[in-house]
């Protein structure tokens, strides 16, 4: 695995050079931060539960028409995924106030917004992401008017699709961030706009339907513990991995986290 070449190495994904030109393999860490990494932890198991739920949301999401850079699974870690030139925004879709919208706009977290709402920031640790507008984004060329129309579409289509899949679970979707690249398939001059990283309790807000408990990404920034934990309930909730006890799933691997 190491003597694989790496294309990309982020925080929380390595991505090597994959078999077939077009196409590289996306491995998910256990790695985990916050606040433009100065909080850090590895927490065990979390990569194989991102990368299973990731798994299970995409392909939902291709199988109602949504174009995806996932291909397949390999394995725990890792999955083959279509090589895109990533569009350097995070799309946020919001449906009940809470983390940023809150503080900025001084909004009590839980309150339920008049309609979902579409974000971008600029993707930039450095600049800790900025949020920008469609005019920064059409001045700087970092989606053309059309990519930007498609982007929009397509996450109001993720976040219908997704809140009621999350529903079903007995979980609110209350907020998630994605990205989105651009496929250039074979001799087509035009790339093909499509959704790209990952879909996990790592870059969605995921509150339980009754008792409003955390089960994501904000046990880690908030220090509330049970991380891992949180996640596999949401892996379990969605059908992806069975109940505890069973040896052939991803539970036995996150007994070891804090
Ligand atoms: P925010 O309220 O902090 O702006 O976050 C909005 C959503 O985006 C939330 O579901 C968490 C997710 N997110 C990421 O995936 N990556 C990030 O770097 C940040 C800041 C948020």
């Known amino acids: 695995m190491s003597k694989r070449r790496i294309v990309y190495e982020g925080k929380a994904k390595i991505l090597y050079e994959g078999p077939e030109p077009g196409t590289l393999i996306q491995y998910f860490k256990d790695d985990t931060t916050a606040f433009d990494a100065q909080k850090k932890a590895v927490l065990d198991g979390k990569g194989v539960l991102n990368n299973r739920i990731s798994e299970f949301i995409m392909n ?20 083959l995924i279509r090589k895109v030139e990533i569009i350097p925004l995070e799309v946020v879709v919001r449906n009940i106030a809470a983390g940023s919208l809150s503080t900025r706009l001084g909004m009590p977290e839980g309150q339920q917004l008049p309609r979902p709402l579409v974000e ?31 982007i929009i579409a397509l996450a109001l289509r993720v976040n219908d699709y997704m809140s009621g ?41 995921l509150w339980d339907y009754k008792t409003g408990e955390k089960l994501d ?42």
Not at 222 to 242: F, K, N, P, S
């Open 60 to 79: 939902q999401l291709s199988a109602i028409g949504i174009p995806t850079h996932f291909i397949r699974r390999l394995n725990m870690r890792e999955q």
């Open 165 to 205: 899949l999350f529903a079903g679970a007995g979980i609110r979707l209350v907020d998630f961030k994605i990205e989105f690249g651009r496929y250039f398939e074979n001799d087509h001059d035009m790339p093909r706009i499509m959704l790209a990283d990952e879909i996990s309790p790592d870059s969605c807000r």
């Open 120 to 150: 971008f920031y600029y993707k930039s640790d450095a600049l800790h992401d900025p949020m920008v507008s469609e005019e920064h984004i059409a001045a700087f060329g970092w989606a053309t008017p059309q990519e930007y129309d498609d």
């Open 217 to 258: 990404k904000d046990r880690f920034r908030r220090d509330l513990g049970g991380v891992t934990e949180a996640y596999a309930e949401v892996a379990r909730r969605l059908g992806i991995i069975r109940e505890s006890g069973d040896t052939d799933n991803v539970v036995s691997f996150t007994g070891g986290s804090k």
